[in-house]
């Protein structure tokens, strides 16, 4: 171990002339990519909220007419009234950007790039070279998404899971052509992207920790990070199969995913695929996704939790337990959002076993974090009041899940508003709690500057009140028989008794939307005018707060300290601060605890 | 009207949070520049997360009190009961977990919100905690999974058999058709490449060589006799569909290529549901609110909206393009009388095509 550390610290020894684009662009430094991916997957995340509230415009006042659509979305909107095929595009588009570019680059990439060197104590990742590249991939593939939304016809519209045959046919909707072509290429490209970094984790992990380190002794951010890399490497290549598949039955006339179509008048050529194939393809990776994007956040608030309460993480070695058994459950239990698709029902029982299973190492987590929380010193600071917030959302939304995974009452639930209000709950909402934990968090580590705690304060609150005023009364919309994606619901007078429900929530999600423009302000101000970072703000044990606040290639000036304990004594008894720092050695008679 | 009313309501929104931000803002600058929770924050932010706990309650309880019912309608088929029990069980368990550790949860935030001096406890693992709150949910996770399969089976476990009336779902973007047996209770086989035969008129591309398929009969509106089972066969001849149909507790999809199965035995016709209190109470409900809107629509040189009355619906419920949210057919249940009476008046696959 510590000759691999030796030589790459002569690697980094001495320094090469760095131009503006070595330091900002083309970057191989992890901190720097951090950055990159952080400020990128924000963007995309204004992106994707923005679309949310344009399509609660619609939801809340159907068909009527509004001149931000005009504005917004041009010919799409003829005399403001948005159009259809336009709604499926929003939703759509909002939901492949929500989950891929910012819930998984956004988050996972951010934060494993900054955290997974510093914590581990490495001068950077394995390949700087190969980690560029992922960022620029990454950067490459939004472009594209992007790019889509220009297309003459629309872009992509079939929901963010893009089932065939509907995506495989321009004549099904508009949106199946040019658009989704983009969007298949911009998803492989992504996919590539998230291998390389994922890959690129691993092998730091397991190779650059510093002497001392331990896999015991890892932060409970770095497990969740390297074990989220372990399984998108063995989820995401499944995407990207079915990709290539859908891309060969779209343009080369294969029929992977096709069979007996009939359409605009014409009898299509395709004869003995089958969509049910697509969506086993599509959820091998669709559902471990859902842990792709919630680990790291859970990963996040463990360390956030554990620092704030000034108390060790309760059952260190529970919770590690449970992020393993959470991995491992997650690739056998895809066939949940498959349970009326035409499977086998006795596939069905299988798959409600192995999903409910979930359930107990996820139980596990949340009991977990309230006993840590119990006689703890809780510093309530922003990044301490989201990893809360994360808790409450992830226990709220999980339960739900125990009605989604039971086969039986998925019968009637399935593709409802209750499945939204789950998802966002657990998924989208706890792991966006978590991203911004993590910003509030490491932001004197990224930038250098401290974040406005009181504008903090104002974001968490008007959003977790908001969060649930959205995503509450969805529950009931959806046990009452409301199916998701309907652009209105106006035909079907037996709906119109919820009609005011969908005002509340869209109300709801405008002052949630205004929340995060007080985020935005406090991010970009504070990176230029905040205060200057002292270099362990929080008191926290873990190695990266060692590291001066000045960035430098390397991380460390001279030695990587070494690490002589776990990163969770806090507050343990006879040490006279309530912090002690992992690179602190023992004292003379100090027991370790044995974990 | 209700437009520019929420459209200030957001404006105003936007401008106090502006203004506080503005507030927070410059009240920061000039006093205290830490950006680190002290005291005075712990104490107000851990008071705040005992606020948010009540008002997690109150949002609940005022959900149920404001749209508690339009939870599950009333079920309208054999297996919705066992449904029905299913999910009132799961639904007590889940609202007993989350009251608890949200109370929990928040209350440990405010108890014990951070002072100068204090210590937290060292306490960083208990086996025996550990293993109590993993036993207890292995324990009421396996009578779940239990009680689910088992109804599971129960439900999706088609067996065919004379007695059953046998239909045939067809999907096509944007519209539902439902196919009988005809006399001989067998469907004819089908397929898409007969579509185009007969002009258009064989609108589900039954194969005409087929004898089994002359008597079937096509129509646009599902009509059911009550206390008999039926054995749906789904097919769709473009993209994804699902027959969803919520009264029933019934869902399943249409896939191109392959034909799916569902069944179940409805139990109460379209006119006693009308009859049910808690539908008149839902429909009178439902045209108040229809009157009220009337008002608006007539007012703007618009057509009134029709009287709403209560029947059976079959939704689609898979995204399958534009019209997606108006593909829908009307299910009508009625005495076996009722139904001989109407399917003996529809016109034979036979008829269609001459």
């Known amino acids: 171990m510590s000759a691999v550390a030796h030589a790459h610290e002569e690697d980094h020894g001495h320094h090469h002339k760095e131009t503006f684009m070595t330091k900002y662009i083309f970057s191989q430094d992890h901190k720097m990519i951090a950055k990159q991916y952080l400020i990128t997957g924000l963007f995309m995340g204004i992106i994707g909220i923005a679309m949310s509230l344009l399509f609660r415009i619609q939801l809340a006042w159907p068909e009527q007419s509004f001149a931000i659509f005009e504005v917004l979305l041009g010919k799409w909107a003829p005399e403001g009234v948005m159009d259809p095929n336009v709604y499926l595009a929003l939703v759509t588009i909002h939901g492949t950007i929500m989950v891929f570019f910012v819930l998984t680059a956004g988050l996972s990439g951010t934060f494993s790039n900054l955290l997974i060197p510093l914590q581990i104590g490495a001068r950077d990742m394995a390949s700087g070279l190969l980690n560029m590249i992922s960022f620029w991939l990454f950067f490459l593939s939004s472009t594209i998404m992007i790019a889509s939304l220009f297309v003459e016809a629309g872009p992509a519209a079939a929901g963010w899971t893009i089932y065939p045959p509907l995506s495989a046919l321009p004549q099904a909707q508009p949106g199946s052509g040019l658009g989704m072509t983009l969007w298949l290429v911009s998803m492989a490209i992504f996919i590539a992207s998230s291998l390389l970094g994922s890959l690129n984790y691993i092998v730091t992990v397991i190779n650059l920790r510093t002497k001392g380190m331990s896999m015991s002794r890892l932060p409970l951010t770095i497990w969740a990070f390297f074990v989220t890399a372990i399984i998108g490497v063995v989820s995401f290549p499944v995407l990207l199969s079915a990709a290539l598949l859908l891309i060969m039955d779209r343009s080369f006339g294969t029929s992977f995913f096709l069979s007996d179509i009939f359409i605009q008048g014409e009898v299509l050529h395709y004869q003995g695929g089958s969509p049910v194939l697509y969506e086993h393809l599509f959820w091998f990776l669709g559902h471990p996704e859902v842990y792709i994007v919630l680990l790291p956040a859970l990963g996040i608030t463990s360390e956030i939790i554990a620092t704030n309460s000034r108390k060790p993480i309760f059952g260190y070695r529970a919770m590690v337990a449970s992020i393993l058994a959470i991995a491992f459950l997650s690739t056998i239990v895809w066939g949940h959002h498959m349970f009326i698709s035409g499977m086998n029902p006795f596939l069905g029982s299988v798959f409600t076993f192995t999903t409910l299973l979930i359930a107990i190492p996820s139980a596990v987590k949340a009991f977990n974090y309230i006993t840590t929380l119990w006689k703890g010193n809780l510093q309530l600071n922003p990044a301490m009041l989201f990893s809360i917030g994360l808790v409450s959302t992830f226990i709220s939304g999980g339960l739900t899940g125990i009605i989604l995974g039971d086969s039986t009452l998925d019968i009637n639930v399935h593709d409802t508003y209750f499945v939204v209000a789950h998802f966002h709950l657990v998924m989208g909402i706890s792991a966006l709690y978590g991203l911004f934990a993590g910003v509030y968090h490491w932001f004197p580590k990224m930038f250098g500057k401290m974040m406005n705690k009181n504008l903090g304060y104002v974001h968490f609150w008007v959003t977790a009140v908001c969060a649930y005023g959205v995503f509450f009364p969805m529950h009931f919309i959806g046990m009452a028989g409301l199916p998701r994606r309907y652009y209105t619901n106006t035909n079907f007078p037996y709906f119109d008794d919820i009609a005011d429900i969908n005002i509340v929530i869209s109300l709801f999600a405008f002052a949630a939307g205004a929340a995060q423009l007080v985020f935005l302000y406090n991010f970009i101000h504070s990176i230029f005018y905040g205060k200057p970072a002292e270099q362990n703000p929080w008191k926290s044990n873990t190695m990266e707060w060692t590291a001066p606040v000045e960035h430098m290639h390397g991380n460390w000036p001279g030695e990587i300290p070494e690490v002589h304990r776990w990163a969770y004594d806090y507050s343990k008894p006879g040490q006279e601060e309530d912090w002690v720092s992992q690179i602190v050695p023992l004292k003379e008679g100090e027991e370790e605890l044995q974990h | ?354």
Request: glycine fraction near 6%; hydrophobic fraction near 45%; charged fraction near 20%.
């Open chain 2, 1 to 354: 009207m209700t437009a520019i009313l929420t459209l200030t309501v957001l404006v105003l929104i936007g401008i106090s949070i502006w203004q506080i931000s503005k507030m927070f803002d410059l009240s920061q600058t000039e006093r205290n520049t830490s950006q680190i929770a002290n005291d005075k924050d712990n104490n107000t932010q851990g008071k705040l997360m005992f606020a948010f706990l009540v008002f997690i309650y109150l949002l609940t309880l005022y959900s149920f009190y404001a749209w508690g019912s339009v939870l599950l309608p009333e079920a309208a088929s054999e297996h919705g009961s066992q449904y029905d029990n299913l999910m009132w069980i799961s639904f007590a368990l889940i609202f007993f977990v989350q009251t608890v550790t949200q109370a929990l949860l928040h209350y440990f935030s405010y108890k014990y919100r951070g002072e100068k001096g204090k210590k937290a406890l060292f306490y960083a693992d208990n086996d025996v905690l550990e293993a109590i709150w993993t036993i207890i949910p292995v324990i009421t996770l396996a009578g779940l999974i239990l009680y689910g399969l088992y109804t599971w089976t129960s439900i999706m476990n088609v067996e065919e058999n004379d007695e059953a009336l046998v239909v045939e779902l067809y999907a096509q973007q944007f519209n539902w058709k439902a196919r009988y047996a005809g006399q001989d209770g067998v469907l004819g086989d089908a397929n898409v490449r007969f579509l185009q035969d007969f002009d258009g008129k064989n609108q589900v591309g039954i194969d005409a060589t087929d004898p089994n398929g002359l008597d079937d009969v096509i129509v646009q509106e599902l009509h059911l006799p009550v206390g008999r089972e039926v054995i749906f066969k789904m097919r769709s001849q473009d993209v994804l569909h699902s027959a969803y149909m919520p009264h029933f507790r019934a869902q399943m999809n249409c896939v191109p290529g392959m034909i799916t199965e569902f069944a179940f035995t409805p139990i109460t016709t379209t006119d006693e549901m009308r009859q049910n209190p808690d539908m008149i109470a839902k429909v009178k409900k439902i045209n108040k609110i229809r009157v009220e809107k009337s008002k608006d629509l007539v007012a703007k040189g618009e057509e009134a909206l029709e009287p709403y009355i209560f029947d059976y619906l079959l939704l689609c419920n898979k995204i399958c393009g534009a019209s997606h949210y108006n593909m829908q057919m009307k299910i009508i249940v009625e005495t076996p009388e009722e139904y001989e009476k109407w399917i003996a008046q529809q016109p034979t696959f036979a008829q269609v095509i001459q």
